[in-house]
């Protein structure tokens, strides 16, 4: 009878060994089935990914409380894509007709330069505009429309391009129309033009580094004396 009962409790014991050795191989069975590799060392795989909201503030823009100027929409980043945010985006006034669209392109500059107000950071937007970027008028024989840059516009981040690129589209004072934007750098090279496509506000950082090259315009015809 003792013999029966130690051989009833072995028995038990090897037979609970044996489900758990099955069960572990099953287990890395199917894992490896899945692809994945089994392994008894912790695997660190860092903080979960936050979460932003990409909502804009309510209200009047941050920063623009008693300024006088165009309501326009600045395109931040926020989610790693292109998020449209209203500025009220101050202009100098009395400005010949010929340089409207110069001095409202460097107002749009300025205020994608300008850092997220605190409820926007908390938001989750950003900006890669470099600060030390500037704009100015088109040199002669540049087609209508086109913004002169303090660098080449290739040479910038392509998430400062295509923020740059898609608000000034949004500009009718910039851009005539849907259509390309028009670009220059600071030497002689012709400007080339981008296009703010759907692809562009959702994957910023993929922008075309070269636009399509936009021949000079057409020097008008002397008149007879």
């Known amino acids: 009878m003792t013999t029966r009962r130690r051989t009833g409790r072995t028995t038990g014991r090897t037979t609970t060994a044996a489900i758990m050795a099955a069960l572990s191989l099953v287990s890395a069975g199917v894992l490896s089935g ?24 309510t209200g009047t823009a941050a920063g623009t409380s008693g300024v006088q100027g165009i309501r326009a929409t600045v395109e931040l980043v926020c989610g790693a894509q292109l998020v449209g945010v209203q500025r009220v985006v101050p202009v100098p006034e009395k400005q010949p007709a010929r340089d409207a669209a110069v001095f409202v392109a460097q107002a749009l500059l300025a205020a994608l330069q300008r850092e997220p107000s605190a409820e926007e950071r908390e938001a989750g937007f950003t900006t890669e505009v470099p600060a030390t970027l500037t704009a100015s008028a088109p040199r002669p024989g540049d087609p209508a429309g086109t913004v002169r840059l303090s660098r080449k516009p290739e040479d910038l981040p392509p998430v400062a391009l295509s923020q740059l690129v898609c608000t000034l589209a949004e500009s009718d004072a910039v851009s005539a129309g849907p259509g390309p934007v028009v670009l220059g750098g600071p030497d002689a090279d012709p400007p080339r033009a981008w296009e703010c496509t759907d692809a562009v506000r959702s994957r910023p950082e993929s922008v075309p580094t070269l636009g399509d090259v936009v021949l000079p315009s057409a020097s008008p015809a002397a008149s007879p004396s």
């Open 34 to 57: 899945c692809g994945i590799r089994a392994t008894t060392v912790p695997v660190d795989v860092g903080a979960a990914p936050s979460r932003v909201s990409c909502k804009t503030p």
